[in-house]
């Protein structure tokens, strides 16, 4: 606040009272803002350091064996023995091995961009330069309209059209038909699973990109495109080869922003995966989970451990969601700041 | 002229609907999936008669129902499931019976589905943990003699809940209380740790159960018995499941009340405890009683009387025990020494 004082005092010596309250107004503002900014950095970090410090006992607990065994276990509630293990207790049979859930979480969001990217820039692309002007706002306005449908929305729609219709007529026909390709054999299941996941998350987050990603090319001039038609490349090699470099780092920045909706969201998923605990996928239709959904589906029962583990460990399951999340926008920055330098003062 | 009219008309309204907002008491239950259809059932009834108390419910899960009652969100949580003692010590809450219940092994086998088939406790734990892998399998038609041939090599998909559910806590008692290699290996929970099996299906919910299996050809879920109802319309079938003594029942008034009587004598006055592979030949293996979970002492006396009167009304021969809520469900009313020691406990909440 000192500074604040000082400041104003020293812009009244010399200036009019309009530049005085223009200086005054916004010094008010820098404080605020830069107070703002502040708490956004502050607000992460203390969320991360509570998390770890209440996942603490889980983590010592459990140990390595968090990310590399494949049990997931509460215990035995309704027993009198407990285990403890690095001075730390928890119900007799315990074992918080998240390997499933994280490797379901990766798998997922991972297969998600494998559909989702080529879709979206397709759509994208052909929203600025394809689809004619008529019915461009139609189309528009549609894409925007799916991007803020909320995605229980998509789940319930999984759940009552997609996984029947996966379960009773896509899994059995490809499972019979193509069952010799890795992946597409094996059993059919109930619909609920990676490949209904994978559609619902593919079906979120294609809107999103395809948002961004015709805004930053509609952000470019329209020269790079018409100069590279009248050196006479055709539509797609002007769009492909001109266009779409131009304008990578925004499409990165879409795309990763796209992965971490992809791993973070709970609901749909939740409601289409068809909960996989203890078990890997063996092939696309089978059953899988990820770290957001188990924290959703667990939690109920971990609140009544008599121990507190199971809470922890889904703490600590929360750490690592966290971390990811983090992690992938670090490399996002990576990305775009060698994408900069790369693309020197062009871009 | 008009407008200040309608404008003092809408205030008034407001008035008059927020006043009564501010007499009633607000009563929050939640919890199991089992006891929900019952649930609104007997809160419609007790509001016509009682418009100063407003009940709301809600079909959570019993993981939900126990944790929430703990927490204080809700002032009844339903559970199919009482509470572990390393619990009650924690929060120590009343575990007080409100009917009793019984599950269902639903299953989906193209033309088998309008008949019984047997399944024991062994024959469950072994789909369960992906040993038994077909319904033709060798183990099951052993049981089956009737059926032998037209059971189908079709692969089974065991259907399990994914939430903290009281029909988890209950089938898997089963498992542990018939079969011992289960018992030294899962155990039984609201959550259990189930057998790597990767057709095996996680579902949210006895809705979601019955949708499940509905799905898919082959699955089996275990469904509680007030989705009968749905679960026929689903077109599923059910199974005879072995007792104790070895004999393969239904699920009827009959069989369910039987496993109720052989252990009502034996119900301790804190009301926990499992009425699973009940003794007796005509007992149904998978009954239980439904729980309503309560914190003895309630945040103000305004609840408390109010929770007591409908807790109270809901164990009434003329009230929530009355054939007229109960059948509609399949449950079975309490028997009078226990519907006393429910009364003893509801006679605690402060």
């Given at each position: 606040m000192a500074a604040i004082n000082l400041s104003v005092r020293g812009a009244a010596k010399a200036a009019s009272p309009a530049t005085l309250q223009r200086t005054g107004s916004q010094a008010v503002l820098r404080t605020l803002t830069g107070l703002a900014a502040l708490a956004s950095f502050a607000i992460i970090f203390l969320m991360l350091f509570f998390l770890i410090a209440y996942a603490y006992p889980a983590i010592r607990f459990n140990g390595i064996a968090f990310f590399t065994s494949p049990i997931w276990n509460i215990g035995n509630q309704y027993g009198s023995a407990t285990v403890s293990r690095a001075g730390f207790t928890a119900e007799a049979g315990a074992a918080f091995g998240a390997l499933v859930f994280i490797f379901g979480s990766a798998l997922t969001a991972l297969l998600t961009m494998v559909v989702a990217v080529p879709l979206s820039l397709m759509v994208a692309l052909s929203l600025v330069y394809r689809i004619p002007r008529m019915i461009r706002p139609l189309a528009n306005a549609l894409v925007e309209l799916m991007a803020g449908v909320p995605s229980v929305v998509y789940g319930l729609w999984g759940m009552v059209v997609l996984v029947p219709w996966i379960g009773g007529a896509l899994a059995p026909?490809?499972?019979?038909?193509?069952?010799?390709?890795?992946?597409?054999?094996?059993?059919?299941?109930s619909g609920n699973g990676l490949a209904a996941s994978v559609f619902i998350l593919s079906l979120m987050v294609i809107p999103i990109m395809v948002a961004?990603?015709?805004?930053?090319?509609?952000?470019?001039?329209?020269?790079?495109?018409?100069?590279?038609?009248?050196?006479?490349?055709?539509?797609?090699?002007?769009?492909?080869?001109?266009?779409?470099?131009?304008?990578?780092?925004?499409?990165?920045?879409?795309?990763?922003?796209a992965f971490g909706r992809a791993l973070g969201e709970t609901m749909a998923v939740l409601m289409v995966c068809g909960a996989a605990i203890?078990?890997?996928?063996?092939?696309?239709?089978?059953?899988?989970?990820?770290?957001?959904?188990?924290?959703?589906?667990?939690?109920?029962?971990?609140?009544?451990?008599?121990?507190?583990?199971?809470?922890?460990?889904?703490?600590?399951?929360?750490?690592?969601?966290?971390?990811?999340?983090?992690l992938v926008n670090v490399i996002a920055r990576g990305i775009m700041r060698g994408a900069d330098r790369r693309e020197g003062g062009h871009a | 002229?008009?407008?200040?009219?309608?404008?003092?008309?809408?205030?008034?309204?407001?008035?008059?609907?927020?006043?009564?907002?501010?007499?009633?008491?607000?009563?929050?239950?939640?919890?199991s999936t089992l006891l929900y259809p019952l649930m609104n059932l007997w809160v419609a009834a007790y509001q016509q008669a009682h418009g100063d108390v407003q009940i709301t419910t809600q079909g959570t899960g019993s993981g939900t129902g126990i944790s929430q009652a703990i927490s204080g969100v809700a002032q009844i949580g339903a559970s199919d499931a009482y509470m572990a003692d390393a619990q009650m010590k924690n929060s120590p809450m009343l575990n007080i019976p409100l009917a009793i219940s019984a599950q269902q092994i639903n299953y989906n086998v193209p033309g088998l589905n309008d008949v019984h088939l047997n399944l024991s406790g062994p024959v469950l734990a072994g789909i369960y943990s992906g040993q038994i892998q077909y319904w033709d399998d060798a183990k099951i038609k052993d049981i089956n003699r009737r059926y032998g041939s037209?059971?189908?090599?079709?692969?089974?998909v065991p259907i399990h809940r994914s939430d903290g559910s009281g029909d988890?806590?209950?089938?898997?008692?089963?498992?542990?209380?018939?079969?011992?290699?289960?018992?030294?290996?899962?155990?039984y929970g609201t959550t259990i740790s189930w057998p790597s099996v990767s057709t095996a299906v996680g579902a949210t919910g006895n809705p979601g159960m019955v949708q499940t299996c509905q799905n898919t050809k082959g699955g089996i879920a275990y469904i509680g018995v007030s989705f009968l109802n749905q679960t026929d319309k689903a077109g599923l079938g059910y199974a005879a499941l072995e007792n104790r003594s070895g004999k393969f029942v239904l699920p009827t008034a009959t069989t369910i009340g039987a496993a109720a009587r052989s252990l009502d004598a034996q119900t301790p006055s804190d009301e926990r405890i499992s009425l699973i592979f009940a003794p007796g030949a005509e007992s149904y293996p998978i009954i239980n009683y439904e729980y309503a979970i309560v914190n003895p002492k309630q945040s103000d006396g305004a609840k408390a009387?109010?929770?007591?009167?409908?807790?109270?009304?809901?164990?009434?021969?003329?009230?929530?025990?009355?054939?007229?809520f109960l059948d509609a469900v399949h449950f079975l009313p309490l028997?009078?020494?226990?519907?006393?020691?429910?009364?003893a406990q509801i006679e605690k909440i402060q």
């Amino acid at each position: 606040m000192a500074a604040i004082n000082l400041s104003v005092r020293g812009a009244a010596k010399a200036a009019s009272p309009a530049t005085l309250q223009r200086t005054g107004s916004q010094a008010v503002l820098r404080t605020l803002t830069g107070l703002a900014a502040l708490a956004s950095f502050a607000i992460i970090f203390l969320m991360l350091f509570f998390l770890i410090a209440y996942a603490y006992p889980a983590i010592r607990f459990n140990g390595i064996a968090f990310f590399t065994s494949p049990i997931w276990n509460i215990g035995n509630q309704y027993g009198s023995a407990t285990v403890s293990r690095a001075g730390f207790t928890a119900e007799a049979g315990a074992a918080f091995g998240a390997l499933v859930f994280i490797f379901g979480s990766a798998l997922t969001a991972l297969l998600t961009m494998v559909v989702a990217v080529p879709l979206s820039l397709m759509v994208a692309l052909s929203l600025v330069y394809r689809i004619p002007r008529m019915i461009r706002p139609l189309a528009n306005a549609l894409v925007e309209l799916m991007a803020g449908v909320p995605s229980v929305v998509y789940g319930l729609w999984g759940m009552v059209v997609l996984v029947p219709w996966i379960g009773g007529a896509l899994a059995p026909w490809v499972t019979t038909h193509l069952g010799f390709i890795p992946f597409l054999g094996g059993s059919a299941g109930s619909g609920n699973g990676l490949a209904a996941s994978v559609f619902i998350l593919s079906l979120m987050v294609i809107p999103i990109m395809v948002a961004t990603t015709r805004d930053v090319i509609l952000a470019q001039s329209n020269s790079l495109f018409e100069a590279s038609m009248a050196l006479g490349s055709t539509s797609w090699q002007a769009m492909v080869r001109a266009v779409l470099p131009s304008v990578r780092k925004g499409i990165v920045a879409s795309v990763l922003l796209a992965f971490g909706r992809a791993l973070g969201e709970t609901m749909a998923v939740l409601m289409v995966c068809g909960a996989a605990i203890n078990s890997f996928p063996q092939n696309v239709f089978s059953p899988v989970n990820t770290i957001a959904a188990v924290i959703v589906s667990q939690l109920e029962s971990a609140l009544t451990d008599a121990s507190g583990m199971a809470q922890r460990s889904l703490a600590e399951l929360a750490c690592v969601l966290f971390i990811i999340t983090l992690l992938v926008n670090v490399i996002a920055r990576g990305i775009m700041r060698g994408a900069d330098r790369r693309e020197g003062g062009h871009a | 002229m008009r407008k200040t009219l309608a404008l003092t008309l809408a205030a008034l309204l407001l008035v008059s609907v927020s006043g009564r907002a501010l007499a009633a008491t607000d009563i929050l239950e939640t919890g199991s999936t089992l006891l929900y259809p019952l649930m609104n059932l007997w809160v419609a009834a007790y509001q016509q008669a009682h418009g100063d108390v407003q009940i709301t419910t809600q079909g959570t899960g019993s993981g939900t129902g126990i944790s929430q009652a703990i927490s204080g969100v809700a002032q009844i949580g339903a559970s199919d499931a009482y509470m572990a003692d390393a619990q009650m010590k924690n929060s120590p809450m009343l575990n007080i019976p409100l009917a009793i219940s019984a599950q269902q092994i639903n299953y989906n086998v193209p033309g088998l589905n309008d008949v019984h088939l047997n399944l024991s406790g062994p024959v469950l734990a072994g789909i369960y943990s992906g040993q038994i892998q077909y319904w033709d399998d060798a183990k099951i038609k052993d049981i089956n003699r009737r059926y032998g041939s037209k059971l189908p090599h079709l692969q089974i998909v065991p259907i399990h809940r994914s939430d903290g559910s009281g029909d988890t806590f209950i089938f898997s008692q089963y498992l542990t209380k018939s079969t011992p290699s289960w018992a030294g290996g899962p155990g039984y929970g609201t959550t259990i740790s189930w057998p790597s099996v990767s057709t095996a299906v996680g579902a949210t919910g006895n809705p979601g159960m019955v949708q499940t299996c509905q799905n898919t050809k082959g699955g089996i879920a275990y469904i509680g018995v007030s989705f009968l109802n749905q679960t026929d319309k689903a077109g599923l079938g059910y199974a005879a499941l072995e007792n104790r003594s070895g004999k393969f029942v239904l699920p009827t008034a009959t069989t369910i009340g039987a496993a109720a009587r052989s252990l009502d004598a034996q119900t301790p006055s804190d009301e926990r405890i499992s009425l699973i592979f009940a003794p007796g030949a005509e007992s149904y293996p998978i009954i239980n009683y439904e729980y309503a979970i309560v914190n003895p002492k309630q945040s103000d006396g305004a609840k408390a009387s109010a929770l007591k009167a409908f807790l109270n009304w809901s164990l009434e021969r003329s009230g929530g025990q009355s054939a007229r809520f109960l059948d509609a469900v399949h449950f079975l009313p309490l028997p009078s020494s226990i519907v006393a020691k429910s009364k003893a406990q509801i006679e605690k909440i402060q």
